[in-house]
Nanobody, 124 residues
């Protein structure tokens, strides 16, 4: 059974930065895809970024609305992935979820394992 534990959420002013962490237990991000999704109040959960293992390292994917501001990366030795969030905006306020799956993609149904979520609040 895979368990994902997130940390790093909090409250920050617009323009600030936060780094989220997701540690995997029972699996390693060297063999499965890791991703971040977010869900704002009253909205559907949406894809943020993903990192997939490959023959020549890792491939990363970012949603258009976070490109240039957010960056996903991993530490295989710690079986942890991170989401570095810069230039945060009030519209980035949401609960951020870590997810893991064998296939990956930008759809929640592609991921079989989820963390408990961590709140990110960006004040204007």
């Amino acid at each position: 059974q895979v368990q994902l534990v997130e940390s790093g959420g909090g409250t920050v002013q617009a323009g600030g930065s936060l780094r989220l962490s997701c540690a995997a237990f029972g699996a390693t991000f060297q063999t499965i895809t890791g991703a971040w999704f977010r869900q704002a109040p009253g909205k559907e959960r949406e894809f943020v970024a993903a990192i997939s293992p490959g023959g020549f390292g890792f491939s990363t994917y970012h949603a258009d609305y976070v490109k240039g501001r957010f960056s996903i990366f991993g530490d295989t030795a710690k079986s942890t992935i991170y989401l570095q969030m810069n230039s945060l905006r009030p519209e980035d306020t949401a609960v951020y979820y870590c997810a893991a799956g064998k296939i990956g993609g930008d759809y929640t149904g592609k991921y079989g394992y989820w963390g408990q979520g961590t709140q990110v609040t960006v004040s204007s």
